[in-house]
């Protein structure tokens, strides 16, 4: 589909008709586990908690799906610091992870590649968990 600009994304009956026939995904992630502190810029969060939905109810007659992926506790460089500086903290979110680890980003992937693939077609408004089974509690 190339490359869109906000306004083609905020309006998507604008769409010239090549892309009328195509399938257009959004998928981004959420933040949203039990008991985590607010991650950062996210003050906003509660306000836009219902987009996901509304946007694919609105646009699901036109082949538009949107979808998230919500990842648990992840190693990143952001979230570093707990584990260095916070070890106590690091050990008791990892001893409420089902799986019994923290995520890994590459672990995102599987549910990336699904939501970008012709396997989600009939898939909008959905909210894919990775999170080795944290929220599952």
Not at 14 to 35: I, K, P, Y
Not at 52 to 63: G, K, M
Request: glycine letters at 8%; hydrophobic letters at 40%.
């Amino acid at each position: 589909l190339g490359d869109l600009s906000l306004p083609e994304v905020m309006n998507p009956s604008g769409h010239t008709s090549a892309r009328r026939n195509q399938s257009m995904r959004l998928a981004v992630t959420e933040h949203r586990c039990l008991g985590a502190p607010a991650p950062p810029g996210s003050a906003a969060a509660p306000a836009g908690s219902n987009w996901r939905p509304a946007l694919a109810v609105a646009w699901a007659n036109q082949n538009i799906q949107v979808n998230a992926i919500l990842p648990g506790w992840i190693h990143t460089d952001l979230t570093e610091p707990i584990k260095t500086n916070f070890p106590d903290r690091y050990e008791s979110i990892r001893s409420r992870i089902p799986n019994g680890r923290w995520g890994e980003p590459a672990e995102m992937a599987g549910a990336a590649i699904f939501l970008s693939s012709a396997a989600s077609n009939y898939v909008t408004g959905a909210s894919i968990p990775v999170d080795g089974g944290y929220t599952s509690f």
